[in-house]
Structures are given as structure tokens and as C-alpha cells.
């Protein structure tokens, strides 16, 4: 069974025609129509990316899910054990902290350009992606869709950079890092890592959900839902 984007993909067509050349080529789809495999793929998007990023904008979303946390990058890292070095763990922990505050506030504010992004898939590029290995969606996503959606997301994280303090508690500790005697000094571009990394842990959350109801017949939880996957199953 392909991935769930790929079903995603499918529902922004706006061709009937174009959606049976799709139907036409899964002999299992019996009696579903081309309206109700639209509902059903709208109802995939909606578990698919809603229900799994919807989690990364709660507190701690980010910075208390191991599989998407935001750690410091590798030119930080000395700036944190530098910190600790001084007595100043506190102010460390709460620098790796509001970096992941600003995630979580962020992609509460950009999830609908997520999500308009992914609808400009056409027709030939999810033809593509359904013949593709299963990989195929993931890769298509990544490569065609990241360019325009940092464009969007780095002023979301700039700003919450100031909604959540990040960028005073920043400030505080590359100067305190920058007065010890002897360091290399550093001014990292912190809004570009934070909207990379960002957008990596919307990416690793949708995968959960469509593995979830890619694999798992009981997460479909619709009869629509069980109707359109079924006929991923058999292909």
C-alpha cells in the first residue's frame, strides 16, 4: 500500500476524468465513486497532517518528543558546554528550551501554508508518486515542496523568535559566551536552523500518521476511510 500523501495528492485534483484514470488502474475499487474517494482522501489529509502537527504546537510538543526535539546545532554545542563550564547550566537549558518554543509556536501559525503547499501537486507528479516505490511520496514532498514552504515558514520563526523570548534568552547567551576569555566567538543564524529544523519535525509527525494508517487497519476510523484504503492494500 502507497503512503497516505499520496492519497492526499490524488484529492487536490480537480478532474473527475483525471481521478478515474487513478480508480482504473485498482480492479478492488467496486463501487467506490469518484466523490467518495475524494471525501475519503480529504478525511486522510485532515489524520495525516491536522491530528499529527496539531500535537507539535501543544508546549513541549517539540521539546518533549524525542523524534522531532530541536538540540543545539554543532556550533552551539561549545557555546553550551562553555556555559556549564561557568556555572551557567540554567541559562543553557533554557536556550535549548525556547528554541523549541518557537517551533512549537510557529507551526501552529504555518500549517495552513503546509498544507496549500502540498495542493499544488498535480496530476503527473502524483502519477508518478503512485507508481513510485514507497519512498516515493516522502522524497516527492521534500524535494518539490521545502524550498517554497522555508520562504514562509522563516519569517513565522523569526517572529516567534520575540513572542517567545528566544531571541532575548539568545542574545543573553552569546554575550555571556562571548566575554569568556579565549573562545572563538560566535553569531549563529538561529532563525535558519530553528525553520530547518522545524520543518523536519512536520515532516517526521506526518510520516507517523500515514505509516499509522498505512499499516494499521483499526486507525481507519471511518467506513469511507476503510472503503479507499482497502483498495491501497490490494494493489
Not at 57 to 72: R, S
Not at 73 to 102: F, M, Q, T
Not at 112 to 119: D, G
Amino acid at each position: 500500500m502507497k503512503k497516505v500523501l499520496i492519497l492526499v495528492v490524488v484529492f487536490t485534483l480537480s478532474s473527475c476524468a483525471e481521478l478515474q484514470q487513478i480508480a482504473t488502474q485498482y480492479p478492488g475499487l467496486g463501487t467506490i465513486g469518484t466523490v467518495d474517494i475524494s471525501g475519503g482522501l480529504k478525511e486522510a489529509l485532515n489524520n495525516g497532517i491536522t491530528k499529527q502537527v496539531t500535537k507539535l504546537t501543544a508546549t513541549d510538543g517539540f521539546y518533549k518528543n524525542a523524534a522531532v526535539k530541536i538540540l543545539l546545532p554543532e556550533e552551539l554545542r561549545k557555546v553550551d558546554s562553555g556555559l556549564r563550564s561557568i556555572g551557567l547550566s540554567s541559562l543553557a537549558d533554557e536556550g535549548l528550551k525556547v528554541l523549541n518554543r518557537a517551533a512549537e509556536d510557529a507551526v501552529k501559525e504555518a500549517t495552513p501554508i503546509f498544507v496549500s503547499a502540498i495542493t499544488n501537486m498535480n496530476f503527473t507528479d502524483a502519477k508518478t508518486i503512485l507508481l513510485g516505490n514507497n519512498m516515493a511520496a516522502t522524497t516527492y514532498l521534500q524535494n518539490s515542496t521545502s524550498t517554497a514552504l522555508y520562504a514562509k515558514f522563516n519569517p513565522v520563526i523569526k517572529n516567534s523568535f520575540s513572542k517567545v523570548g528566544a531571541d532575548k534568552v539568545w542574545t543573553n547567551i552569546i554575550n555571556k559566551y562571548n566575554s569568556i576569555p579565549l573562545v572563538n566567538k560566535v553569531n549563529p543564524d538561529l532563525n535558519d536552523y530553528v525553520t530547518t529544523q522545524a520543518m523536519n519535525g512536520v515532516f517526521k509527525m506526518i510520516a507517523v500518521e500515514e505509516k499509522n494508517i498505512r499499516t494499521n487497519i483499526t486507525s481507519r476510523t471511518s467506513p469511507l476511510l476503510q472503503s479507499v484504503f482497502a483498495m491501497q492494500d490490494n494493489k
